[in-house]
């Protein structure tokens, strides 16, 4: 009497195409969450540079000015002297737009969500809020993280400052 045994698993070639083909889908799956993720920064960016606009504009209908970024004359704006590379306020590096919060207008002065970069753009690829307020107005923005753009929240591309504000 011969016994047959049947095989009832599966072929290595077979277990193979099914783990290369697991392996395929879960890195097109998370190559979209990572595009989730930067619109999802950047959603955020927007949010807190909508929440830090609205308080320098309540500081500005307060004071009348709004404080220079290399030591300031505006009156509410303590000893705020926070210019960094260029005479620019970055988040990334510190004491951020601190005088929105010593006026009492802000309870915490939001940062960037990656909140890396080291100064002036640079180097390309890496995040932080800014601000500036120079003789031709204050400046307010930031890179949005999912296409590289520069956003504008006081300011424009063609004169950097905002005119319609004093700064001192």
Same mark, same amino acid.
């Given at each position: 009497m011969v016994i047959k045994i #049947?095989? #009832?698993g599966f072929t290595l070639i077979e277990l193979l195409v099914v783990i290369a083909i697991i392996g395929i889908l879960s890195s097109v799956?998370?190559?979209s969450l990572n595009t989730v993720r930067a619109k999802a920064r950047d959603a955020k960016r927007a949010e807190e540079m909508h929440s830090i606009y609205l308080a320098i504009n309540l500081y500005y209908d307060q004071y009348g000015c709004l404080p220079g970024t290399t030591g300031s004359s +505006?009156?509410?704006a303590g000893s705020y002297s926070e210019g960094n590379a260029g005479g620019w306020d970055y988040s990334s590096q510190g004491g951020f737009m601190t005088f929105l919060k010593t006026a009492g207008f802000i309870s915490n002065v939001p940062v960037d969500p990656i909140n890396n970069m080291t100064g002036d753009g640079n180097p390309a690829g890496t995040y932080s809020f800014r601000y500036y307020c120079y003789s031709y107005g204050p400046h307010l923005g930031y890179w949005r993280e999912s296409d590289g753009a520069y956003m504008y929240v006081l300011g424009n591309s063609a004169t950097w400052g905002d005119n319609s504000?004093? +700064?001192k």
């Amino acid at each position: 009497m011969v016994i047959k045994i #049947k095989n #009832k698993g599966f072929t290595l070639i077979e277990l193979l195409v099914v783990i290369a083909i697991i392996g395929i889908l879960s890195s097109v799956v998370l190559a979209s969450l990572n595009t989730v993720r930067a619109k999802a920064r950047d959603a955020k960016r927007a949010e807190e540079m909508h929440s830090i606009y609205l308080a320098i504009n309540l500081y500005y209908d307060q004071y009348g000015c709004l404080p220079g970024t290399t030591g300031s004359s +505006c009156a509410g704006a303590g000893s705020y002297s926070e210019g960094n590379a260029g005479g620019w306020d970055y988040s990334s590096q510190g004491g951020f737009m601190t005088f929105l919060k010593t006026a009492g207008f802000i309870s915490n002065v939001p940062v960037d969500p990656i909140n890396n970069m080291t100064g002036d753009g640079n180097p390309a690829g890496t995040y932080s809020f800014r601000y500036y307020c120079y003789s031709y107005g204050p400046h307010l923005g930031y890179w949005r993280e999912s296409d590289g753009a520069y956003m504008y929240v006081l300011g424009n591309s063609a004169t950097w400052g905002d005119n319609s504000y004093i +700064c001192k």
